[in-house]
């Protein structure tokens, strides 16, 4: 009778847990819509938590619901950006660091790859170059990496205070969780994949400060023969 007892409570105890952790999945999708779509941000910290404790579950829920898992990483870089946005700013540009993919970069790219990551030749082939250039006038240090174990030599080399990384939304949200004591900025890709991939610069130098709005345009691609210069911002 006691042994019934017993697995009568702990099976209303799972039963709770259950139904507890799928409303907590549910409202964080259902939050996490509302900023993407609204632009309005709902207890963020609630968000975080659930995204950061149950990232895995949290994609396979979504799916199950008939959702892109792909929007959890989405909500986490979302709400990341909304809350270091003012931290962001206050930091000295020289404390900052920008961290680039190595995918913008030209097919044709020369570029050597180095313990700190790639060196830009500054040959003008691909966006990576007037972004680069844009960062070190304004005091920003930048790397251009090819991986995560690149980003984890950053983090024992260098002393700074905050991020502005660009790359997918998957690995930039992860980025954004293993880097959260610091103050992070993430410009998804428009165009991801291992080459040929695309960015919006103007959001990029938008994060740096370099210009105040985002002008209407479509995002620059690394993999044709255009040349890049300012000017071409």
Not at 94 to 114: M, T, Y
């Amino acid at each position: 009778m006691a042994f019934y007892e017993f697995y009568q409570i702990f099976g209303q105890i799972v039963f709770v847990l259950v139904l507890t952790m799928l409303t907590l999945l549910s409202v964080t999708l259902i939050l996490g819509k509302l900023l993407i779509k609204e632009d309005k941000l709902v207890f963020p910290r609630l968000l975080l938590f659930t995204i950061d404790m149950f990232y895995g579950l949290f994609k396979k829920f979504s799916e199950n619901v008939g959702v892109d898992a792909k929007i959890v990483d989405q909500i986490g870089v979302e709400v990341r950006n909304k809350v270091n946005e003012k931290f962001f700013k206050k930091i000295e540009s020289q404390d900052k660091i920008l961290v680039l993919p190595h995918c913008l970069r030209h097919a044709d790219c020369e570029a050597k790859l180095e313990a700190s990551g790639l060196v830009c030749k500054d040959c003008n082939r691909c966006v990576i170059g007037v972004l680069k250039n844009k960062a070190e006038d304004k005091g920003f240090k930048v790397f251009i990496i090819p991986g995560s174990t690149f980003l984890k030599k950053i983090l024992e080399k260098n002393n700074f205070k905050a991020v502005l990384g660009v790359a997918c939304y998957q690995d930039l949200n992860l980025a954004m969780m293993k880097l959260s004591k610091f103050s992070c900025q993430g410009v998804p890709l428009l165009k991801d994949g291992c080459i040929n991939t695309k960015v919006d610069p103007r959001a990029v130098l938008e994060k740096m400060g370099e210009i105040q709005e985002s002008e209407n345009g479509h995002g620059i691609s690394s993999c044709n023969n255009e040349s890049y210069s300012p000017k071409t911002l």
